[in-house]
């Protein structure tokens, strides 16, 4: 085999990897990619039923209901607008109500989220940056306030 | 004074490591022995110097010197020792600390076992490590000072975050960083090579064994990270496709795909431009993980703190090193000869198709971690690329590679023949086509377990047949095994082995599919079924530990009535930080695991509970070390040290260039 028949095999099997890498990845990112949206964002954009998405906001102080067998109902506030958010299965250990949180999940007919994970902060002193940032957007985010209402 | 006396010696490190950038190389341009030789001497002082700054940090962190901000933000009195030693590293100063550290000991390796390397060589490459030193110190004096005063010290430090305070933290961000760091060396040789244009199989042999380190760390330390992740979490997940993660991952494809690719260049002098890419590649990426780790853009647990100077600082760093090495390499890779040549189908096609496909994976993983920041700093809007993402492109580029291995192992130099080989691969395939057939009627379960099983078991028995080969053919006495067994090079052991552990890994990874889970509030007496097992909790504790106080669910695990294992999943409160952390209940009977975590208990003791039977889930934490384990025996080839040596000697008189 001469060097350039071998290069032209050598092209084209890199060629036919990348050509397949790229459409599973142009495949994956038109159909497995969530949005995020604060409470206000969610009711602006009006998303279809059953599209997958992340909300996060504060959970609304004095809303947390536990609707028997492990399933909480809840508000996520951005203080401008909230949403009803049901959640079965264990809240995470950092999930408290005034706090930060970003849930995953579907919007149903009755405008009532159906998250299936819901991801707290990892540590009390940081905000998610995406709930963070949607409280700017509205806002009503006060630098070192929240330092202030952790400092117990 | 300790504390001053660290810093002081941090300054001076750096002052060391910017006269140890320049000298070397002047040296090695003017052709001047005495300046090569200061290289070494440096390297050596400037690990000595950063150590003496580590361990003066981890005096203070020991002392509960609260003076410092470091110390106070991230420690407590009554913290246990071991968290006060390695929260030292747990903070982001002192994690950047312990990446230098971690550098100056590869330098200073460099300097001690690299002796018989050419010298110019060596001077570069211990140059190219002081320039990577000289900016990460430069980062960690102007941006993230550990050693900084507090005017006022206050009487009790804010303790370290509960979720870090773990025996993992003693593991997972040292091996980590012996790998993530331990590529600075093969970029090191990479840019070495390119400045003092020595691009041969001296070259591919010398660095060979770093890789294999660092490979080897990254390894562990990955699959230690996820096991942490898995027990304290409390999601029973092992693997998110977390942007860290993704992070760590992508290094380790990249030093994957280099370990292989360094083979063909030492065997055959091929693919020389290729190789020097990948090392540059590796290391770029594990900046990249760095960046993306500490500069803020990401919230994770890893993400210490977000501070912006320090992210458009590393960014800075990215961009130099990277950018740097890209441009020195654009401008040598036209002067390097072409190497050996070979048939597609051979050991350096199928080596050439893994790399492919390693880097296209790679590439996956990175566009699947950097889109979402791209999208949003371009449009603003926010999107989360998970797990269905990553199963799409990542999985089906992988399973091809699995089904490769094997016969990348028996194929031979050169030229080979495929009908052949897969002749020889016919009774593992048909094992595991009766694996296969057996799991489907004994378990049922989803087809793509089954299917990936089948797999796994076919690349584990794979890994083995050239083994099997030269042990068992032409007759089998012990005697005549061990003979032959010894004969072989360790290498050949190493690579059976660490193709097989991946498999394992695959095994582990596929048996997900038969576990069971189960989310439920659970009084006190109560019984659960889950799997072949019953568990009964039986009541909650509470206990006090050293800074925490937990409520420990006791729960029994039976199997056909008789207790197989008792189980203590619990929740721990924190009171100076104010947090909460599970501690899930793991009891591993077999391979499997029963996997429990609770929350939200009651004050009549009633608990929500997440239950979890996972059978063979051992298997994806044993397979990591099977591949480390195969990596240690490979790192242990004799042909590693008397070669260099005698390489070495041959490359003292310019050999003639093999003809073509």
Redesign the interface.
């Known amino acids: 085999?001469t060097?350039r028949k071998?290069r032209l095999?050598?092209i084209s099997?890199?060629l036919a990897?990348?050509g397949?890498?790229l459409g599973?990845?142009l495949?994956?990112?038109r159909?497995?990619?969530?949005?995020?949206?604060g409470p206000s964002e969610l009711a602006q954009r009006a998303p279809h039923e059953g599209q997958r998405l992340?909300i996060g906001g504060l959970v609304k102080q004095g809303s947390l209901l536990h609707e028997g067998?492990?399933t909480v109902r809840f508000a996520v506030t951005d203080t401008k607008q909230e949403v009803e958010v049901t959640y079965?299965?264990?809240?995470?250990?950092?999930f408290r109500e005034g706090q930060g949180v970003v849930a995953?999940g579907t919007l149903g007919g009755d405008k009532v989220f159906h998250a299936d994970s819901i991801l707290a902060?990892?540590?009390?002193r940081?905000m998610?940056?995406?709930v963070a940032?949607a409280l700017k957007k509205q806002g009503v985010w006060r630098e070192g306030a929240e330092a202030a209402s952790?400092g117990? | 004074m300790i504390v001053e006396t660290g810093h002081y010696a941090l300054v001076l490190a750096l002052a060391l490591a910017l006269v140890n950038s320049i000298l070397p190389v002047w040296g090695s341009i003017k052709g001047d022995q005495h300046l090569m030789a200061v290289a070494p001497s440096a390297a050596l002082m400037g690990f000595g110097l950063v150590a003496y700054a580590y361990l003066a940090l981890t005096i203070a962190h020991v002392q509960s010197d609260f003076s410092l901000i470091n110390v106070v933000e991230n420690s407590h009195s009554a913290k246990p020792l071991i968290y006060k030693i390695t929260g030292v590293w747990g903070n982001h100063e002192g994690s950047m600390l312990l990446w230098v550290l971690v550098l100056s000991v590869f330098g200073a390796a460099v300097a001690l076992f690299s002796r018989s390397m050419p010298e110019d060589l060596r001077a570069n490459v211990l140059a190219v490590q002081s320039w990577i030193a000289a900016a990460f110190l430069l980062f960690i004096l102007l941006t993230s000072n550990p050693f900084a005063r507090l005017a006022v010290a206050p009487a009790e430090g804010n303790d370290l975050?509960p979720?870090l305070q773990d025996p993992g933290l003693a593991i997972h961000p040292p091996l980590l960083y012996l790998g993530y760091v331990g590529l600075s060396i093969t970029y090191s040789f990479a840019a070495a090579a390119l400045i003092s244009g020595r691009i041969d199989a001296v070259f591919a042999r010398f660095v060979r064994p770093w890789t294999l380190i660092a490979w080897i760390s990254l390894t562990l330390g990955i699959a230690m990270g996820s096991y942490w992740a898995y027990y304290t979490l409390?999601w029973g997940g092992f693997w998110f496709w977390d942007p860290v993660e993704n992070a760590s991952l992508m290094p380790w494809l990249a030093a994957t795909a280099l370990l292989h690719c360094t083979a063909v260049m030492e065997k055959r002098e091929a693919l020389k431009i290729w190789t020097i890419f990948l090392a540059i590649l590796a290391f770029s990426l594990s900046l990249v993980g760095t960046f993306l780790v500490r500069s803020g853009v990401?919230?994770?647990?890893h993400a210490f703190a977000?501070d912006p100077t320090r992210g458009v600082f590393i960014l800075l760093i990215l961009v130099i090193f990277i950018g740097g090495s890209f441009a020195l390499f654009a401008l040598r890779a036209g002067e390097i000869k072409?190497g050996g040549?070979?048939?597609?189908v051979s050991r350096e096609g199928a080596l050439?198709?893994n790399n492919?496909?390693l880097t296209?994976?790679c590439?996956?993983v990175f566009?699947?971690t950097l889109?979402?920041l791209a999208l949003e700093a371009v449009t603003g809007?926010?999107?989360?690329?998970?797990p269905?993402?990553f199963n799409?492109?990542f999985v089906?580029?992988f399973i091809p590679l699995f089904i490769l291995m094997p016969f990348g192992q028996l194929l031979p130099w050169k030229r080979g023949d495929l009908a052949g080989v897969a002749q020889r691969l016919a009774t593992a395939f048909a094992a595991a086509l009766i694996f296969m057939a057996v799991l489907a009627a004994w378990c049922g379960g989803p087809a793509v377990s089954v299917i990936l099983s089948g797999v796994a078991f076919y690349v584990i028995a794979g890994s083995f047949v050239d083994l099997g080969r030269r042990l068992l053919g032409g007759g089998i006495s012990a005697g005549l095994l061990s003979q032959r067994a010894r004969g072989l090079p360790r290498h050949a052991f190493g690579t059976a082995f660490a193709h097989a552990g991946i498999g394992v890994t695959l095994l582990g990874l596929a048996a997900t599919g038969w576990g069971t889970e189960k989310?439920?509030?659970l009084k006190p007496g109560e019984r659960v079924e889950i799997g072949p097992y019953e568990l009964i909790f039986e009541s909650i504790v509470p206990r006090n530990g050293p800074n925490y106080s937990e409520l420990v669910g006791r729960t029994v695990i039976r199997a056909k009535g008789a207790v197989v294992a008792t189980i203590e999943p619990a929740?721990r409160f924190y009171p100076a930080?104010?947090?909460?952390?599970?501690e899930a209940g793991i009891a591993t009977l077999g391979l499997g695991q029963v996997y429990m975590?609770?929350?939200?208990v009651t004050p009549n003791g009633v608990v929500?509970?997440?239950i979890f039977w996972k059978p063979l889930v051992a298997l994806i934490w044993i397979g990591a070390l099977i591949m480390a384990f195969g990596g240690c025996l490979s790192l242990s080839d004799r042909s590693f040290r008397v070669g260099i040596a005698r390489r070495a000697r041959k490359a003292q008189t310019p050999s003639p260039q093999p003809a073509e």
């Open positions: 085999m060097r071998r095999v050598l099997t890199a990897a990348l397949l890498a599973l990845v495949i994956a990112l159909d497995n990619i969530v949005f995020f949206y992340r067998d492990s079965t299965g264990v809240l995470p250990d950092l995953e902060k990892h540590d009390e940081y998610p940056r995406e940032d952790n117990k | 975050n979720l409390g990401l919230t994770s647990v977000s072409q040549l070979f048939s597609p050439v198709l492919l496909l296209t994976c590439a996956t566009i699947g889109y979402p809007e926010k999107i989360s690329v998970g269905p993402f799409l492109t089906p580029l989310i439920t509030a929740t930080r104010g947090m909460n952390r599970s975590s609770i929350a939200d929500n509970a997440r």
